[in-house]
């Protein structure tokens, strides 16, 4: 493919993106729509899913929609080369759902019945896996706007089951605890927690903040997973390239990057707060996990790690 066709590509998403923009009012987010569409990308052309969410098409914009479903697109957006550089960033999204639903599913096992979804976006796990956990309570945990649409998503799709309660909040305004609070959740019981696709967006000391929140209300033993970046300056080659069009992507749809960290240092921090590290996953070891000898090339990128946390009751 030219260099034209591939500006002609370009240009066409950001343009769509800033039609959406200026149609729709509101504070919902544009990246958890984005999250969606690769989601739904992967699960409908992928021979070998690592996660199947055949929600996620319905969940995503009808831009988005028109998007996935043009062959031109879809041949690019599948095509090796794009496996191989931009595939990351899918790769990216769709191991980090895997990976949190693999470790909730042990969290179940061992008797946590509470699920907090943090910043929950257009997440489909409501649909896709509650009818396995009738014993499960859900609470997502996310700003009124977002919810708004998640809801009428989901009347779209089926009824909306009396195991989820929809906790509003605004990040800039108030902690989860104090949102928490104004939920059924019992903090005197374990749960799990999911954080996923949304530290990359804040500034370090709110991520810790949420997390020192976090450790204020759950029960002891409860866990938490979530993805975060790690330092810039340590990318090489296509993947610092590629984490500047991420930056340049997420900035137009007002939503820029601003958290990263090193590994040892967070490490650090969330002992203090009281967590332990059950793991700390970085891109070459979730690539080795899920995305190995894979077909398609298709690799996670070394931009973020996956971190899973238990809270040992020292706070």
Known sequence: MDCSRWLFITILILILFNVEMCMKKGQYSRTAEAAAALRANHSLFSKEPIFNDAYAYAMTSKLWQLLLKQPLMSKLFNSQ??????????????????????????????????????????????????????????FEV??????????????????ISDQIEFVSIDFKKESIADA??????????????????????????????????????????????????????????????????????????GEPLQGQFKPL?????VEKIGFRVLEDLSGEALTQRYFHMRADQMKHTTATHMLHLKLNGLT
């Open 180 to 253: 928490l609070t104004r939920s059924s959740f019992d903090s005197n019981q374990a749960a799990f927690f999911s954080w996923l696709g949304t530290t990359h967006y804040l500034e370090n000391p709110t991520t810790l903040a949420t997390l020192a929140s976090i450790a204020h209300i759950a029960g002891v033993d409860s866990e938490v997973v979530l993805d975060y970046s790690i330092d810039f300056n340590e990318l090489k080659g296509i993947e610092k390239i590629g984490t500047q069009f991420v930056a340049i992507f997420t900035q137009v749809l």
């Open 265 to 269: 240092d967070l490490h650090h921090q």
């Open 81 to 138: 080369l794009v496996n191989r550089t931009m595939g990351r960033l899918t790769a990216q999204v769709v191991g980090r759902s895997r990976y949190a639903e693999d470790q909730l599913k042990q969290a179940i096992n061992k008797g946590i019945n509470q699920y907090v979804l943090v910043g929950a976006g257009l997440d489909s796990f409501v649909l896709r896996q509650l009818h396995y956990y009738p014993k499960l309570r859900i």
């Open 142 to 159: 996310d700003h009124p706007d977002t919810q708004y649409l998640k809801k009428q998503k989901l009347e779209q799709l089926g009824d």
